[in-house]
């Protein structure tokens, strides 16, 4: 097995772009979904699977500087911390977040057609509160090939926007499931498998537009239906910091008590955003 795709993106919901390496801590992949749009009115971060023209804006943060590139223009600059705080909903949970003065606000208020603030985690608390489940996700190729054959269309491994995707050729489907409680060794890093990661209609979305462009939904609502929603691919928790690449290569290293207590409910069917 092999890692064949990375992927990320620094502000939730927005375009999850390729990368050629990532860098794990503890608290999961460097630079990936630092930032969130909130909706103050309705007070909660903003849900992709309703607003899926985020799925045009790519988002870069590089060198302190928070670059987002949207249909009407590009907003950029350092993001400054306001000092406000802001305590909305995510999925059911509260969480503690500090909004972030910018233009992005303006921008992307304009191009969703309500007002959003940009906002990030606050000082002393702890990272990924907008996360669903581990800060890791994966999808493997094999699944991958049977979701394809099921829906009869090219699903984009990117409408998962998984961190990893496995090279799994020659494995059975679904072989994540049997992963559960055990640690994955890619590249310099390890993780730990906590279980399958529930799916929304965000998967029938192209990854680059945000237009209708599969099935797949239906199709996991046929054969993946489980007690824990519609389950397609894994969250997962690092057990061991290290940089992974593309084609770095990827092994089970043995079992371990799952976390899977410290990962969050799983029991509604969310987005991966």
Known sequence: MH?????????????????????????????????CLV????GRVVRTVEN?????????????????????????GVPVASGR???VDY???QVALEEVDGPWAAAFSAHLGHDVVLARGRRGRPSGQFVYGGSVSLVTSSSLDRLREETGTLVADASFRATFTIDTTGGPPDVEDRWAGRRLRLGAAEVEVVGGLPRCALV????????????????????RRSPGGLLFGAHAVVTRA???????????????????????DLSTTAGRG
């Open 3 to 35: 890692v064949s795709r990375i992927g990320l993106t620094a502000l939730k919901g927005t375009r999850h772009t390729d990368r050629a390496s990532v860098d794990l801590t503890l608290d999961g992949p460097v630079g990936d979904r630092v930032f």
């Open 39 to 42: 909706d103050r009115a309705r």
């Open 52 to 76: 899926t023209s985020l799925l045009r804006a790519v988002v870069t943060w590089e060198h302190g500087v928070l670059t987002a590139e949207l249909p009407a223009g590009t907003a950029s």
């Open 85 to 87: 705080p802001l305590d």
């Open 91 to 93: 999925w059911g949970r």
């Open 204 to 223: 029938d979305r192209d990854p680059v537009d945000g237009s209708r462009s599969s099935a797949a939904l239906s199709a996991l609502a046929r054969y």
């Open 242 to 264: 290290g940089r992974v690449a593309v084609s770095d290569v990827c092994e089970l290293v043995g079992s371990t008590a799952s976390r899977a207590a410290g990962a969050g």
